[in-house]
T-cell receptor, first 118, second 110 residues
Framework: EAQVTQNPRYLITVTGKKLTVTCSQN?????MSWYRQDPGLGLRQIYY???????DKGDVPEGYKVSRKEKRNFPLILESPSPNQTSLYFC?????????????????FGPGTRLTVL | QKEVEQNSGPLSVPEGAIASLNCTYS??????FFWYRQYSGKSPELIMF????GDKEDGRFTAQLNKASQYVSLLIRDSQPSDSATYLC??????????FGAGTRLFVKA
C-alpha cells in the first residue's frame, strides 16, 4: 500500500529533551516536507526537501532540523524542544521534480504526530 | 496580508445545496492550486488541483481559477453531511514551497 508513515503518533516530552519524529514514504517520491498545524493558523511549512541531501527552509524553521540521507526517509529533529513547539505535525511527500505546475505537485500526507512539550 | 487567505467559517449549508468555498492568494507567480479536505483528527487529503484559468469539474466538485484576480474557489454540488470537514486551499509558487490557507470549516446540515 502506497503510504506515508510517521512515528510516533503521539509524544509527550519535557522542555530541552531532544527528540526525533520519523517520516517514511514508499512511493519513490522526490519531494518531502514537514508541516505543523495549529488552531487558526492552518498548515505551516517547516522544512522541505527536493531530493536526497537537498533541503530548504519553509516558513517556520526555527528550532527544527531535518536530514535527507535516503530518498524514502525525512526525519524531523527537535534539538531542544520548547512548549511553543507543541503542535500537530504532518509529513508529506509528492512526486514533483519541477518548479513548473504539474499534477505531480499533489502532496500525500502522513497520519500526523501530536507533540506536547511540557 | 496573509499569502493565502480563506474565510475560516464555519460555513453552514443544508443537505443538497451548493457549498461555495473561496481562497485568495498574494503571489502572482503562483502556478499550482489545490483543495484538500481534512476531517477532524485526520490528515489532509486531496480533492482537486488546478493550474489553468477556468473551471475544472470532478464529480460533485468544481474548482475555479482566476489568476488575474488571484482567486480560486471550490464548489460542492449536492452537499452531503459527509462533506462536513475543513477545506484547505494550497498554493504552490514558482519554486518548491507550498503555502496553505488556514482552512474553511464546512457544516452540511441533514
Amino acid at each position: 500500500e502506497a503510504q506515508v508513515t510517521q512515528n510516533p503518533r503521539y509524544l509527550i516530552t519535557v522542555t530541552g529533551k531532544k527528540l526525533t519524529v520519523t517520516c517514511s514514504q514508499n512511493m519513490n517520491h522526490e519531494y518531502m516536507s514537514w508541516y505543523r498545524q495549529d488552531p487558526g493558523l492552518g498548515l505551516r511549512q517547516i522544512y522541505y526537501s527536493m531530493n536526497v541531501e537537498v533541503t530548504d527552509k519553509g516558513d517556520v524553521p526555527e528550532g527544527y532540523k531535518v536530514s535527507r540521507k535516503e530518498k524514502r526517509n525525512f526525519p524531523l529533529i527537535l534539538e531542544s524542544p520548547s512548549p511553543n513547539q507543541t503542535s500537530l505535525y504532518f509529513c508529506a511527500s509528492s512526486l514533483s521534480k519541477t518548479r513548473l505546475a504539474s499534477s505531480t505537485d499533489t502532496q500525500y500526507f502522513g497520519p500526523g504526530t501530536r507533540l506536547t512539550v511540557l | 496580508q496573509k499569502e493565502v487567505e480563506q474565510n475560516s467559517g464555519p460555513l453552514s449549508v443544508p443537505e443538497g445545496a451548493i457549498a461555495s468555498l473561496n481562497c485568495t492568494y498574494s503571489d502572482r507567480g503562483s502556478q499550482s492550486f489545490f483543495w484538500y479536505r481534512q476531517y477532524s483528527g485526520k490528515s489532509p487529503e486531496l480533492i482537486m488541483f488546478i493550474y489553468s484559468n477556468g473551471d475544472k469539474e470532478d464529480g460533485r466538485f468544481t474548482a475555479q481559477l482566476n489568476k488575474a484576480s488571484q482567486y480560486v474557489s471550490l464548489l460542492i454540488r449536492d452537499s452531503q453531511p459527509s462533506d462536513s470537514a475543513t477545506y484547505l486551499c494550497a498554493v504552490k509558487g514558482g519554486g518548491f514551497k507550498t503555502i496553505f490557507g488556514a482552512g474553511t470549516r464546512l457544516f452540511v446540515k441533514a
